[in-house]
């Protein structure tokens, strides 16, 4: 009697990957695919981790997946992908997908599904907290839909969060916490009578379930605080900072294999001369980004200066004119020269601080790659990126 051949179980937050994955690089081979959702789920904290299938299993997976035309809730997201959602929503949902970037989430419509729903409960608020609130909706959905198939999926603990919203005060605080313990409100954390209910919110948890923020961006505001000079988070270019420095840092990692778990595991396995060089090198790159945040500020600066002076310029250029006109047609020369050194006195002091601006810094094409190069890798300028340097 033939032997019947054994069906693969695989794991279903596994499955999930790799259909999500499949779909959004076509051409990725099974080993691919592997290597992704294996970095995918150590990067989200899934422990201990799931079995991977067998390549023939993940093939499969891979080739249903493919088939399917209909993008799925967990594709990521974009205008053109789906027109279901009010057009007034764009803004909140524009800005919800920048901060998944910086965050190095992926944006599923299931997220903006939830962006949707949930930003009329949260108006005037930063677009992270939006963003943070939807993927921990989107994640309840996507548990429930794989764990509890069937059941209607249940949110009263989060909603109940959101509808005290026990963060802006703590008389906010307090109020929420008597629902809690007095049984008024569902809470699936321990009760506050607990010794580990006090920081336990799903409100506080600010790394369930992906992270906020991520690794990149959390490293780039503690390297810009200590580099930086004092208050420099109150600098108006302090948010695009953070974001640049957080953008180099992820893709340094993505594109240098001996750095891609720094900031992820303990020293002690990464290895102190490599953690060395890491913080070196980190620290350039933030105080090069500090110096081109600084010198576009000035140039800001000196160019509202210019269209102020402009103005009064335009206002009294006419008015001088006339005087000089008159000053020299009376035979006035010395008040006409002096009229004319009064102009030239309004216009001398900006060109000269404009000429003390650092032309490199300011041009579009800026990218620290000098100081990658210091460190060994090769970088192409063309396209900003960093590459692998070669043993």
Partial sequence: MPKLRKRTTVDPRVRDYIEQEARFDREATYRVLAATVKNRMRKEGIAPLPALPKPRAIQVIAQKARKNPAPSPDDPWSLGVTSDFPPDATGDLLAAWKESLKAQHRFTIRNAKWIVRLRTALPGGHPSVLLKWAVMYSGRETYWEREQKGKPLETQDMDAELAFQWWKSPLHEWEYDTAVVTGHVVNREPRMTHESYRGSRIG????????????????????????????????????????????????????????????????????????????????????????????????????????????????????????????????????????????????????????????????????????????????????SSTKEAKQ
């Avoid at 300011?362 to 790659?369: A, G, I, K, M, Y």
């Fill in 204 to 383: 506080k948890a600010y790394t369930y379930p992906f992270g906020f923020p991520s690794v990149p961006q959390g490293e780039a505001r503690d390297l810009l605080l200590e580099v930086g000079p004092v208050g420099i988070e109150r600098k108006p270019w302090w948010e695009q900072a953070v974001t640049i420095l957080g953008f180099w840092l992820h893709d340094i990692r993505a594109k240098v294999k001996k750095w891609e778990w720094v900031g992820y595991i303990g020293d002690d396995e990464f290895g102190v001369a490599a953690r060395a060089e890491w913080d070196n090198l980190t620290r350039r790159l933030a105080e090069a980004v500090i110096r081109r945040a600084t010198e576009l500020e000035r140039e800001r600066k000196l160019g509202e200066a210019t269209r102020e002076d402009d103005e009064r310029i335009a206002r009294e250029t006419k008015r001088w004119l006339r005087e000089v006109m008159q000053a020299y047609q009376r035979g006035d020369l010395r008040t006409g020269r002096s009229l004319d050194a009064k102009f030239e006195a309004l216009v001398t002091p900006r060109s000269k601080a404009r000429a003390a601006l650092d032309p490199e810094l300011l041009s579009s094409r800026w990218q620290p790659t000098d100081i990658l190069k210091e460190f060994g890798y090769e970088v192409d300028d063309t396209a």
